[in-house]
């Protein structure tokens, strides 16, 4: 028996109240029972993002209290290993994370179910043993390279190493779940599971004795990521079995691998543009300057993950679109997408501005100083929601070639202008090299989806495409 919001309305509250409430109700209905696929974009996108929320909870506990354990100096070298660490995982996949979110749903529409087979499992095994390979040169590279580095990031990046191959896994997982819309099981394993098993192991490593260093804290972070990824593989298998029958595989990896390294150029790109300014803070400050600007950058994600879920939402609406060839529908899902990004992101940045400075110093009163960083960087996030999820609107276009080049400039453009100013003005030079190229990133992405599919992609854009949105509603 499926809840209704209105039934329950009309049951127990008074009579004028449900009839006012009814028009949101009645939505909250549609959204809740997923009847058409505007609907389960939407609910995906929700759940995705309560995800985010609670994870962004989990995060903020247990980062303060790692800081507070460790202190400034050893909390920002595991910062910056562990950033390392995942870019690399995550660029290691080579987009195999986003294909298969754009071939399962056409192979399963076509039942081609040999190629489906072999899609999931090329992904999987090409993702665990490229980083494998990358590992060991990794670690060939910073043993050849010791005299050059730091004495107290040689140890830690030596075992952050480990950790790449089920980074990976876990990423090309979160790909295969959210092909099928599994959104819980997409998310729920990297974003609420693994940090939770990471304050557990250094929580019982700290009271076993261990000291709270950085390599203690990577450790923990090892173990919980193994224990994660292999636990959410068992799920993700066990749940294919139910929709793919048995039967033999049928490998086409470099048809695949066409459509994936454009997809890889665009995410690793923007992955990079993501946490680049933590790496140049390393590359110019001390461990304890690069602890501050990753807590207010982690303080920032809280604005950030509404974009994050709302993507997890739409790529597979995106591409379902495309098959059916209906570019009105397109453009006004495309428009909606936007607003669902733009207005949660500007209320949750204008609550963080507030709030900052107290969440700021729960990691310690030095972790203050990070508070400036926030007006300047919140600017560039907002700036970034305004267009939505256009780059996965893009590449579920097959336009992944073209946004590849706008994330390469872009990057390009944050790394001059970190270059420049962090040496001049320290964090906040950083935090306007970043703000900066975000702004200069809506911008672009905007005007590449206008002429290259021709939709106005922005919050505040009217026309035709939104009322054929609402209509599907």
């Given at each position: 028996m499926r809840f209704s919001a209105v039934k329950a309305a009309d049951r127990f509250l008074p009579e004028k109240l449900s009839q006012r409430l009814g028009p949101w109700l009645s939505r909250l209905d549609q959204l809740l029972d997923g009847s058409n696929e505007h609907a389960v974009a939407q609910r995906v996108s929700l759940i995705a993002f309560l995800v985010r929320v609670v994870s962004a909870g989990i995060a903020l506990v247990s980062q303060v209290i790692f800081a507070?354990?460790?202190?400034?100096?050893?909390?920002?070298?595991?910062?910056?290993?562990?950033?390392?660490?995942?870019?690399?995982?995550?660029?290691?996949?080579?987009?195999?994370?986003?294909?298969?979110?754009?071939?399962?749903?056409?192979?399963?529409?076509?039942?081609?179910?040999?190629?489906?087979?072999g899609i999931l499992f090329t992904s999987k095994a090409f993702a665990v043993s490229i980083t494998t390979c990358i590992a060991l040169v990794?670690?060939?590279?910073?043993?050849?390279?010791?005299?050059?580095?730091?004495?107290?990031?040689?140890?830690?990046?030596?075992?952050?190493?480990?950790?790449?191959?089920?980074?990976?896994?876990?990423?090309?997982?979160?790909?295969?779940?959210?092909?099928?819309?599994?959104?819980?099981?997409?998310?729920?394993?990297?974003?609420?599971?693994?940090?939770?098993?990471?304050?557990?192991?250094?929580?019982?490593?700290?009271?076993?004795?261990?000291?709270?260093?950085?390599?203690t804290a990577i450790g923990s972070a090892i173990i919980a990521t193994y224990l994660t990824s292999l636990f959410q593989l068992y799920v993700v298998c066990d749940r294919f079995k139910a929709v793919v029958p048995p039967g033999p595989r049928a490998i086409y990896f470099k048809d695949w691998f066409a459509v994936s390294l454009p997809i890889f150029l665009v995410e690793g790109f923007f992955f990079l543009l993501t946490n680049a300014d933590v790496l140049m803070v390393g590359r110019y400050m001390e461990p304890d300057k690069v602890a501050?600007?990753?807590?207010?950058?982690?303080?920032?994600?809280?604005?950030?993950?509404?974009?994050?879920?709302?993507?997890?939402?739409?790529?597979?609406?995106?591409?379902?679109?495309?098959?059916?060839?209906?570019?009105?529908?397109?453009?006004?899902?495309?428009?909606?997408?936007?607003?669902?990004?733009?207005?949660?992101?500007?209320?949750?940045?204008?609550?963080?501005?507030?709030?900052?400075?107290?969440?700021?110093?729960?990691?310690?009163?030095?972790?203050?100083?990070?508070?400036?960083?926030?007006?300047?960087?919140v600017i560039g996030v907002v700036a970034r929601a305004s267009v939505g999820p256009a780059e996965s609107l893009l590449n579920m276009a097959g336009k992944q070639k073209i946004c590849a080049i706008v994330y390469a400039v872009t990057l390009a453009v944050n790394i001059c202008l970190s270059i420049l100013m962090i040496p001049l003005y320290g964090l906040a030079g950083a935090a306007c090299a970043t703000a900066a190229s975000m702004v200069f990133e809506a911008l672009v992405l905007a005007l590449t989806v206008y002429n290259r599919l021709n939709i106005t992609m922005f919050v505040f854009a009217g026309g035709p495409g939104t009322k054929s949105a609402k209509e599907e509603i």
């Open positions: 507070r354990w460790m202190g400034p100096f050893e909390y920002g070298i595991f910062v910056l290993v562990w950033v390392t660490v995942v870019i690399l995982g995550n660029l290691s996949c080579l987009g195999f994370q986003t294909t298969v979110i754009r071939f399962v749903p056409e192979y399963l529409e076509r039942k081609q179910f040999d190629h489906l087979r990794g670690a060939a590279v910073i043993y050849a390279l010791r005299d050059k580095i730091e004495v107290y990031y040689i140890a830690p990046f030596l075992v952050g190493l480990i950790c790449l191959p089920m980074i990976a896994l876990g990423d090309t997982l979160d790909g295969t779940a959210r092909s099928r819309s599994w959104v819980l099981v997409a998310l729920t394993p990297t974003y609420i599971i693994r940090p939770i098993l990471t304050l557990a192991v250094m929580s019982l490593s700290h009271f076993g004795g261990f000291a709270p260093t950085a390599m501050t600007y990753y807590a207010t950058v982690k303080l920032l994600a809280l604005v950030h993950f509404v974009y994050f879920s709302v993507k997890a939402g739409a790529a597979q609406r995106y591409a379902e679109l495309m098959q059916n060839y209906d570019h009105a529908q397109l453009e006004g899902f495309a428009r909606d997408t936007a607003r669902w990004t733009f207005w949660p992101s500007l209320a949750m940045a204008i609550v963080l501005l507030v709030l900052g400075k107290p969440l700021l110093w729960l990691f310690g009163a030095q972790f203050t100083e990070g508070y400036p960083l926030l007006f300047i960087m």
